[in-house]
């Protein structure tokens, strides 16, 4: 289409930097097309929509020299909940890839994600406002509660296990349907020891770990029942979860290998996507 030759105070204006071929606006479509699809697609998607080729060794480089904007929190945080996901790491030609894992915290107010930096996520949580109590929800993964522990302070913190991960773990038992659907309604209730006391003559390993993991967080199982009538608080860990699998729909697309320098930008690019911190909202008027 040409050359357009602009001025020092237009490009200030415009916030065109020197040496660019890409000004912001198209940039800021470049880095919302690739954080849902890989950058050969975006190329494609963004010539058809635009008309404009941006090859996707540009979006690459423009992706990673990009510092993305964490979550801004207008209100304390009231709910929390961690979680990991799965990445699969470039490894040195001949040998086979690896999955590695990542961690992610969603809160009532956006998400963040980074791989194997835990104290980032930690950092940003007890930056933010945090309300008294603030609400910790987790699976039984040790990883997960190693991260709640630092989170604010023991008496601020109101940790419960995720409800469906708990049913989950209980019907893994097996045995006496009778016993499993008692044990439930128990748990459901925040009834620990009743509910330990039915696998008492159960001689399955299954049970014996079962009744394990219940001493380990008896003081996460809360009164699930009454939680959920009232309306209190979550019983589940659903939206870390499913930050999950909004961050996996790019960082595990086909055929996606990482090299492992890269994976906390592609996950710092997936967040502030989802976050809705790329380029500015379209006036509405």
């Known amino acids: 289409m040409g050359e357009l030759e602009i001025t020092t105070k237009q490009a200030e204006k415009l916030e065109v930097l020197a040496h660019r071929q890409v000004s912001p606006h198209l940039e800021n479509c470049c880095l919302r097309l690739s954080a849902t699809v890989s950058y ?7 010539a058809y929509l635009t008309g404009i080729r941006v090859p996707a060794k540009t979006q690459q480089r423009i992706v990673h020299r990009q510092t993305f904007e964490l979550p801004e929190v207008e209100q304390a945080i009231e709910e929390l909940s961690v979680d990991g996901g799965k990445v699969r790491v470039r490894t040195p030609l001949g040998e086979a890839c690896e999955w590695k894992d990542y961690k992610a915290i969603a809160t009532d107010q956006g998400m963040i994600a980074n791989f194997q930096n835990n104290p980032q996520l930690i950092d940003w949580v007890n930056q933010q406002s945090l309300a008294h109590p603030v609400v910790c929800l987790g699976d039984g993964h040790d990883g997960i509660w190693n991260i709640i522990s630092q989170i604010a302070t023991a008496p601020q913190r109101l940790e419960i296990l995720d409800w469906y991960h708990l049913v989950e773990n209980l019907h893994k038992v097996g045995g006496s349907i009778k016993r499993l659907n008692q044990a439930q309604t128990l748990l459901w209730q925040g009834q620990v020891d009743s509910a330990i006391a039915l696998f008492k003559d159960c001689r399955r390993k299954q049970a014996k770990n079962f009744c394990e993991y219940l001493l380990k967080h008896r003081h996460r199982i809360v009164n ?19 930050a999950i699998k909004q961050i996996g729909r790019r960082v595990q697309i086909s055929g996606a290998q990482w090299n492992r320098e890269n994976v906390p930008q592609v996950l710092a690019h997936r967040c502030a996507y989802l976050n809705g911190l790329i380029g500015s909202p379209l006036p509405t008027d």
Do not use: C
């Open 40 to 46: 050969e697609q975006a190329e494609r998607d963004l």
């Open 224 to 242: 699930y029942e009454y939680f959920a009538a009232e309306g209190l608080y979550s019983i589940g860990s659903g939206a870390v979860e499913s």
